[in-house]
T-cell receptor, first 109, second 113 residues
Framework: RKEVEQDPGPFNVPEGATVAFNCTYS??????FFWYRQDCRKEPKLLMS???SGNEDGRFTAQLNRASQYISLLIRDSKLSDSATYLC??????????FGRGTSLIVHP | DADVTQTPRNRITKTGKRIMLECSQT?????MYWYRQDPGLGLRLIYY???????NKGEISDGYSVSRQAQAKFSLSLESAIPNQTALYFC????????????FGPGTRLTVL
């Protein structure tokens, strides 16, 4: 079983929709959590860090559930430009990074 | 100027050839990483280095070697390239004093014929 799991999708949603992704992790020692966005054939870029208390950045909300060992990303009012692959990243106690395989989002008109 | 640069950006080579991918960073980070990305498999860690004298194997190190020439430079070598090493390769850096966020280079697209 992979350490970090994501539903690959694709999630196909209309503009304006709200969509949520989850990412489960198996290493209970994981300490740092991030969501990255990757456009086709480009490098991943940080979307947001995930804090224990949850955090919001505009239309994006990230949550951490340590008890169930997952993080989530909520996107409100989806835009066409949100179409991309969303990767979750965790780093455990030894700070070795582990990425999920990514969730593909397609926002259509 | 980009903080993390990779050369070459694209490379086509033949089976059995030795190839080196280079990564340089101006972020002053001690930690550097090499990943490969294949469709459907996400980013997989090949090697990582927490400082100049520290080199560690990642999830998929077989067939690869690395050299950390300086804090700013981390190169990845394929001693004898094979077709299943065709992939997109990313270098990344992180600062352990700043929540360990990963900063990526633009990637190298490698094709082994």
């Amino acid at each position: 079983r992979k350490e970090v799991e994501q539903d690959p999708g694709p999630f196909n949603v209309p503009e304006g929709a709200t969509v949520a992704f989850n990412c489960t992790y198996s290493n209970s020692a994981s300490q740092s959590f991030f969501w990255y966005r990757q456009d086709c054939r480009k490098e991943p870029k940080l979307l947001m860090s995930v804090y224990s208390s949850g955090n919001e950045d505009g239309r994006f909300t990230a949550q951490l559930n340590r008890a169930s060992q997952y993080i989530s990303l909520l996107i409100r009012d989806s835009k066409l430009s949100d179409s991309a692959t969303y990767l979750c990243l965790t780093s455990g106690g030894s700070y070795i990074p582990t990425f999920g395989r990514g969730t593909s989002l397609i926002v259509h008109p | 100027d980009a903080d993390v640069t990779q050369t070459p950006r694209n490379r086509i080579t033949k089976t059995g050839k030795r190839i080196m991918l280079e990564c340089s960073q101006t972020k002053g980070h001690d930690r550097m990483y090499w990943y490969r990305q294949d469709p459907g498999l996400g980013l997989r860690l090949i090697y990582y280095s927490f400082d100049v004298k520290d080199i560690n194997k990642g999830e998929i190190s077989d067939g690869y070697s690395v050299s950390r020439q300086a804090q700013a430079k981390f190169s990845l070598s394929l001693e004898s390239a094979i077709p299943n090493q065709t992939a997109l390769y990313f270098c990344a850096t992180s600062d352990p004093h700043s929540v360990n966020e990963q900063f990526f280079g633009p990637g190298t697209r490698l094709t082994v014929l």
